[in-house]
């Protein structure tokens, strides 16, 4: 078992920026995947970005978010710059310790709003 507990999120003008953070309940260092994923009211959820043996962005947040792990701290982030309204989201973080197995976070709102 793999809890995750997410925080960062809230709300944020256009053009700013958030940082989200994944905390899990073990380490990562062996993980096969982490990811971030977000589902916006009326959508399906969505991959947004993830990293495995390479790090994979969504089109639409390309150039302008970041993940990254730190496994000291078991800890893995998304960094978003440029919000725009569109963004505006839950915000989901997803780990694989192993391919047959997926895990998930509570989930954080990211509001982005002038």
């Known amino acids: 078992q793999v809890q995750l507990v997410e925080s960062g999120g809230g709300l944020v003008q256009p053009g700013g920026s958030l940082r989200l953070s994944c905390a899990a309940s073990r380490s990562i260092a062996s993980f096969y995947s982490m990811a971030w994923y977000r589902q916006a009211p009326g959508k399906q959820r969505e991959l947004v970005a993830r990293i495995t043996t390479s790090t994979n962005y969504a089109d639409y947040v390309k150039g302008r978010f970041t993940i990254f792990r730190d496994n000291a701290k078991n800890t893995v982030y998304l960094q978003m710059n440029s919000l725009k309204s569109d963004d505006t989201a839950v915000y989901y973080c997803?780990?694989?310790?192993?391919?047959?197995?997926?895990?998930w976070g509570q989930g954080t709102q990211v509001t982005v709003s002038s």
């Open positions: 997803n780990v694989q310790p192993v391919i047959t197995t997926s895990y």
